[in-house]
């Protein structure tokens, strides 16, 4: 029987990195073993979760008490994003042998996933994108408590080396696994089809085309390269047209337009990928705004800059690389940069920094360096790379004064290099080797259950301020030890802006109350379990209320005559439903079974039956007060014209 698989990871139909590595995986570990994949990011109900092979579930719930949950409190938001929420009730479900986050280290809350009762039973994996040196005292814990993996040597050494000067002795693996590629959808276009795209687009074949590809985001150093084609301009006069084509959202991060004009560069300078959402073709032009029309389909406002939820297929990506000369890959710190190998694969010659994962792609002889100096970012004090612009101006005339026949040269031995080191066949073989090594697991002695002690009670220090403050109130409240950065961020910002200490305890207090009584309970133990399905009759008080409903039970037995009749009610009650033959089964009352959405299962495979809460209109919402009289209607300020 092949193991089963727990993958947590964000959607595959995401144009990113990270979700091509699983998909890449997927299709080589599909029939090797079964795979169960808990996406991030994505609700229940999203009907693109059922377009694959394997099973997908859902990673953020469609309760709507835990929608309000989300809007009252950003860390819990971003955990259950992340899939931290219902990672356990995934492993209860689906008993896997394996389970493996691979993302960065936010997405890995230490107090849900190694400090549980189940994490120690469980085969548990963690595929980190370590990027910088400084690193943070959760990514030791990590390491001591499960088995993980680095995207780059670079992250397994930093790891090494912590746990080493901090004494800290781990029995689990820590290892590198890079990320997979299908090397046969990256591969180098011909000459032919380069000068057809750029006949296409309106790009002089001479013209040397600097590529970068990457979400515009800070770590990713779009003002670096915006300077270097500035002072290349200034420097060199002479020879071929040098420009930038990138690759990016122009809607988040840098303000490119901004920075092109101040740097004193047109924007015909630099090219970018348009994509239309309508027929999907894709256009590299000069950034004009958002909502541009579709030369191909002629739709109107329908081309935007290429995202990660309306971006190219990863069939044409080699299009996007293909039509450029050379690659410019410039970061501050990186888990693995893509763009960096699938450059690489695609033939083009590359330079990058020699810090953080770029020190992988520099083991390769074709790739140009970029010198660096050292910098720390202001509150994380992680250690940052800031890139020589100088150095980047050289690699642009050193690629513009190459011949064509050199660039092809090494871009074939810079791809031989990285097929060998990120085949997704390879990559795929070294998990499948981790995979086959481990033991099954014998889910009878596997534990369950929030060991988090919530406390309501918690009587906060009031002399504390800023972080100090906040983190005892998610540790008092929340037995949350390791809040995360931007949930740290939203609280300090409020008591920043002149929101009260209390006004703020108030609401951890609350959120605190609130998951003590209201938990998504399993209601198997107090079902009759008997093949049947169920109906939920929901009447949570009062006596006079319960007695009325009596007369409505034999009309569900006629509605349902083959499902159990349950009253989910408080239990001073039970005594009236006691002996009724319409009944089969009384249920102490829990606030979640008021939810239809919960109680019918909408956006899930199955919910607990049918929902029936006929007091809804005198005990939840009121309704029908007017009672059809027509003076309690509030009169119109004037007519509204009818309209045929």
Partial sequence: ????????????????????????????????????????????GDPKIDMYPWKSLAAISSNPQEQDRYQQDPHYSRIAAYGAIRLESAIKEHEPDIVCISDDLWAAPLDYYTNKEWSKEVNLISHITFDSLGLLPESFELAKNCHTYSWSPFGEKALKDGLEKKQIKTDYNIGTIPAAIEVDKYEPISSVEKNELRKKFGIPKDDILV???????????????????????????????????????????????????????????????????????????????EEQNCRFCGGEKCQDSASITNGVSDDEMKYIYGINDCALSVYTSGGFEYHCAESLLNGLPLATIGYSCGSTYLECPQVSEIKYVETSECNSGFIKAEPSVQDCVKFMRKIEQMSESKRKEIGKKGRDWAIKK????????????????????????????????????????????????????????????????????????RLSNGESKNQIISIFQQIASEDTEIKEVNFEHSLLNNGKEDLFFIIKESLGDCIICLSLLQSCRNSYPNHNINIVTESKYFEVFKGCIFVDNIIEFNPMLEHEMYVIGAGKEKGLGVFVMPAVGTQKHLNYLSNNQPEMLVKPKSKIKKIN
């Avoid at 029987?1 to 299709?27: D, E, V």
């Avoid at 983190?471 to 008092?476: H, T």
């Fill in 211 to 289: 590529n970068f590809v990457g979400r515009n985001q800070l770590r990713k150093k779009f003002d670096t390269l915006i300077k270097a084609l500035s002072s290349y301009k200034k420097q060199y006069s002479d020879g071929k047209r040098v420009r930038l084509a990138i690759h990016t959202s122009w809607t988040e991060g840098w303000p490119l337009t901004r920075l092109i004009k101040e740097s004193g560069l047109e924007m015909s300078d630099i090219l970018t990928t348009y994509v239309c959402k309508n027929c999907k073709e894709f256009e590299i032009k000069p950034y004009n705004g």
């Fill in 422 to 493: 990120f085949d997704s066949k390879v990559v795929a073989d070294q998990w499948m080797n981790i995979f086959d090594n481990m033991p099954e697991v014998d889910y009878s002695k596997v534990e369950f259950g929030d060991n988090k002690k919530l406390n309501p009670s918690f009587i906060p220090d009031i002399s504390l301020d800023g972080e100090s403050f906040i983190k005892s109130l998610y540790s008092g409240f929340l037995d949350a030890q390791y809040p995360d950065e931007q949930g740290m961020r939203h609280w300090t910002d």
């Fill in 1 to 44: 029987m092949p193991k089963k698989i727990l993958w947590i990871r964000n959607a595959l139909w995401l144009k990113t990195g990270l979700s091509r590595n699983t998909k890449a995986l997927f299709k080589e570990w599909y029939g090797k073993y079964e795979i169960v994949h808990l996406c991030q990011g994505v609700i229940e």
